[in-house]
C-alpha cells in the first residue's frame, strides 16, 4: 500500500510539474509573439510615416513648381492666386508626417535628411528670379528628397 501511495503521489507531482513548465513555455511563447507584433507595428508606422512625409513634399515641391512657372509665364492672378492657396494647403500638409517621423524614428541621420529636404522644398518659393532658378531649386529639392527616402530605406532595413 505505501508503494501505491509514493506512486501516486509521485505521479501527481509530476503532472502538476509538468503543467508548471509547459505553462510557464506558453508564457514566453505569447510573450515573444507581442514583442513581434509591437515590432511589426512600429516597422509599419514608421514606413508610413516616412512615405507620407516623402507623397507631401513631393506634392509641395510639384505646387510650388507651377506656382513659380505660373508667375514666369505671366498668368493671370486669379491662377497664380490658386495656386499660392494651393502650395499654402500642400505646405501644410507636410507638418503632420514630419512630425510623425519625428516620433516614431529617432535617428539623427534620418531626420537630417528629412529637415534637408523639407527646408529646400520650402525654399522653392525664393527662387521665382528665373525659370533657370526655379529649375534648379525644384531640382535640389528633388535630390534631397531621393537623399530623404535612401536615407530612411537603409533605417528601415537595419531595425526590421
Same mark, same amino acid.
Given at each position: ?21 509547459? +505553462? ?49 509665364? +505671366? ?86
Amino acid at each position: 500500500m505505501l508503494l501505491t501511495l509514493v506512486t501516486a503521489a509521485l505521479a501527481v507531482l509530476g503532472t502538476l510539474l509538468g503543467s508548471i513548465v509547459s +505553462g510557464r513555455f506558453q508564457e514566453r511563447a505569447a510573450e515573444r509573439g507581442v514583442r513581434v507584433s509591437h515590432g511589426e507595428t512600429i516597422r509599419r508606422d514608421r514606413l508610413e510615416a516616412v512615405t507620407a512625409l516623402a507623397c507631401a513634399a513631393s506634392d509641395h515641391r510639384r505646387t510650388m513648381w507651377m506656382r513659380g512657372d505660373a508667375l514666369l509665364k +505671366g498668368a493671370d492672378q486669379e491662377r497664380v492666386q490658386a495656386l499660392r492657396s494651393e502650395s499654402h494647403l500642400t505646405r501644410s500638409q507636410v507638418t503632420r508626417p514630419l512630425v510623425a517621423m519625428r516620433v516614431l524614428i529617432t535617428d539623427p541621420a534620418v531626420r537630417a535628411a528629412a529637415d534637408h529636404m523639407v527646408t529646400l522644398t520650402y525654399a522653392i518659393r525664393d527662387h521665382f528670379g528665373s525659370t533657370e532658378e526655379l529649375t534648379a531649386a525644384r531640382e535640389a529639392a528633388m535630390v534631397a528628397h531621393d537623399e530623404f527616402v535612401d536615407t530612411a530605406a537603409r533605417y528601415l532595413a537595419q531595425h526590421a
